[in-house]
């Protein structure tokens, strides 16, 4: 299955980019599989969902934040369960709900499943290459769960120890 | 005092809150516009070699990466004492002409064309870009998303990487345009010249052929007399890429023309306890608080502005709609150029004039021989120490300041993007829109509300980088407050 990994977030932008740096794990731990697209973005909406065109699966992992959350609680979302969260991932141009229903009305040709990995951030304003503690703990827990998602769950057992 | 507030604004970057104080008559006494601001990135810029810079600076926003990274290369050459070679300025001024192309149509089909297309009492679930594509048309729908995808392609080409450029350097650009490449975005060009084209007969359909359209666009509501800023060549025409800053006053009189990198001697930034936002004024005529008028020092920066402070466009297609624009309006010539519009809501019309600018131009330096050369680079021999580079950002003008040592390691940075040159306007014409539209306790309506938000969205503001912010939807909640505080009503609309 033709799939598509997208980490979301600001590398500069502490716990912004957690998606980031889990897709960059993934890129290189996925580097043998040829159907499965990794790649880094920095905007959702319309960017997004032109970006999943073409894939029969999307896997999008970005930072959240939610009222009273946990740092580093991590969620499993689809895209209808975004309408009613405040995910930094929704840009400038359309919410990402509303530009995968035009990419839709438009005949694009968009993945069935879609699959958002959410990680609580801590802090998502302060300028900082760097994730806070409990996000950081969150990223082998994203690694590991993605890792089974798409069948790789006996090279995570081979490379576990390094992942973390 | 009571006091209204609008927290999130929708289609909009980052999060907002507007309070609206009312006086004892239920009448709008004040309004404030507050946005959060994101922490330290001066701090995180300082001690860092000034060339890594146009590939950190485009990390503070994903909406506009290419203007921070070309305002960055631009303040690099400065910094370091160099001039680019002709071919590295086309090629950068190509590059960017693709970016205004994805950026001015997005704005338009997706933010600011909603309130017009689908009118500003259609509901908010049907005020975004599916309701758009639903009255347009799924063809046009799907030009819009074409028009994207081949500029991002020219982005990408040009710039290195998809989102975020790379090619920028000092003295120059990284990666020549091969002949190939050279067809291939003249091709792109054409068929941004029609798609311009296309777009601004939709605009005259459905705003210009409607005259409660017209007549909104030509209200009160959100008319203000202030100075107008943008960037112009040696012949007043208006250019994104570079030239000289110019300054008309509300006539339309030449009031300021000056190099990006004496800035400082002309803009100063008010400060107000109320937000962490700065509002930027022309220091020669000093801070008079948020009013209109020639005596007051703020200024916009913003589609409308720029062709306001140009005496004609550098490109035929263009020019006509520039003049048919000016015409339409009602704005007489004095001493050869046109006076300025002030109906703010006329900058979704000049966006739309900007976009075919763009696309002619680029079709001009696709089609120039000098394009091709391989000579895109100077390299550095010195560090001059400081340097300014400011471009025309399509949000306005945006202006990159850097100090360094004798290493070039950063020592000081400064940024005034192009939302906050309109800080003070944005706030104005909130205030306006909240008098005109909130009388007497008079229940605040849906419409009512949009058109609060009408008021900004026009600006197209992006506060991700004026407060160094975040790419998150807007969340909008407005406070209606009596004159004790008291919270009348509360409005709220999720991004």
Redesign the interface.
């Known amino acids: 299955m033709s799939t598509i990994i997208i980490g979301i977030g ?4 502490s716990d ?1 980019s957690v998606g980031i740096k889990i897709e960059h794990t993934l890129a290189h731990a996925l580097r043998a599989r040829p159907d499965v697209e990794t790649r ?8 997004l969902m ?1 970006a999943l065109k073409g894939h029969e699966r999307a896997i999008i992992i970005d930072a959240i934040v939610t009222e009273g959350g946990k740092p580093g609680s991590v969620y499993t979302l689809k895209p209808t369960d975004l309408q009613q969260s ?10 990402f709900q ?2 995968l ?2 990419g839709t ?4 040709n968009l993945p069935p499943q879609i699959t958002i990995w959410a990680i609580e951030a801590g802090d ?5 290459e760097n994730l806070t503690r409990d996000v950081e703990r969150a990223v082998p827990i994203v690694v590991e769960g993605v890792m089974r998602q798409i069948g790789m769950e006996k090279q995570l057992s081979a490379s576990g120890g390094e992942q973390r | 005092m009571r006091r209204i507030s609008i927290n999130p604004i929708t ?3 980052g999060h907002g809150k507007i309070d609206i104080f009312l006086d004892e008559h239920g009448n709008v006494a004040n309004t404030y516009f507050q946005v ?6 001066e ?2 810029c300082v001690g860092r070699p000034a060339e890594d810079m146009p590939v ?1 600076t485009n ?1 503070i926003c ?2 506009c ?1 290419e203007a921070h990274h070309m305002a960055s290369v631009k303040a690099l050459d400065r910094l370091f004492g160099v001039e680019p070679t002709p071919a590295a300025k086309k090629i950068r001024e190509l590059f960017y002409t693709a970016f205004f192309v994805t950026d001015h149509t ?1 704005h338009f089909y ?2 600011g064309g909603p309130d017009f297309i689908l009118g500003p009492d259609a509901p908010p679930a049907e005020r ?3 309701g758009v ?1 639903k009255k347009v048309g ?1 063809e046009a ?2 030009q819009v ?1 074409e028009c ?2 081949r500029n ?1 392609h020219v982005i990408q080409m040009l710039g290195g990487r998809g ?2 450029p790379v090619a920028g350097v000092p003295g120059g650009w990284s990666k020549a345009v091969s002949a190939a490449e050279r067809a291939e975005i003249e091709t792109i060009a054409n068929q941004n010249v029609e798609f311009a084209l296309f777009t601004l007969k939709v605009f005259d359909q459905i705003v210009l052929g409607n005259p409660a359209y017209l007549d909104l666009v030509l209200s009160d509501v959100y008319h203000h007399r202030t100075y107008s800023m943008g960037t112009v060549d040696e012949q007043n025409r208006l250019n994104f890429y570079d030239g000289k800053i110019r300054v008309v006053d509300p006539e339309g009189r030449e009031f300021l023309k000056y190099d990006a990198s004496d800035y400082a001697q002309h803009i100063a930034e008010r400060v107000e306890p109320w937000t962490y936002l700065k509002f930027p004024y022309l220091k020669k005529i000093g801070w008079k608080g948020f009013v209109d008028g020639a005596e007051s020092g703020v200024y916009t920066a913003t589609p409308l502005s720029r062709l306001n402070a140009a005496d004609r466009l550098a490109t035929p297609l263009a020019q006509e709609q520039f003049e048919r624009f000016y015409q339409t309006l009602g704005a007489k010539t004095v001493n050869g150029r046109y006076q300025p519009v002030h109906h703010r809501l006329a900058t979704h019309w000049a966006r739309l004039i900007e976009l075919l600018y763009a696309a002619e131009r680029m079709q001009e330096l696709a089609r120039d021989p000098e394009i091709t050369s391989p000579e895109i680079r100077k390299i550095p021999q010195n560090v001059a120490g400081a340097g300014v580079g400011c471009v025309e950002a399509p949000r306005g003008t945006l202006t990159h300041h850097y100090v360094s040592d004798e290493r070039a390691i950063l020592t000081k940075v400064n940024l005034v993007v192009g939302t906050t040159n309109n800080h003070a306007a944005i706030s104005m014409s909130i205030r306006r829109a909240a008098e005109k539209l909130i009388q007497g306790f008079a229940v605040v309506e849906e419409g009512l509300l949009n058109r609060v938000e009408m008021a900004f969205r026009l600006y197209d503001p ?1 506060f ?1 980088c004026a407060t ?6 807007m ?1 909008l909640m407005v406070n209606i407050k009596s004159q004790e505080g008291e919270t009348l009503k509360s409005l709220r609309r ?2």
Request: aromatic share 4%; charged share 20%.
């Open positions: 600001n590398p500069v932008l912004d880094e973005l920095w905007a959702g909406g319309l960017r032109e405040r995910n930094t991932c929704s840009s400038h141009d359309a919410g509303e530009a229903e035009l009305m438009l005949g694009l998502v304003e302060t300028f900082s | 289609r909009l970057e959060p601001e994101l922490r330290g990135f701090q995180f950190i990390r994903g909406v990466p997005t997706a933010l975004n870009i599916l594509v799924i729908g799907k998303i994207r995808a991002h989102i975020h992006c991700s160094h912010a975040l790419p998150g939807a969340p999720d991004g």
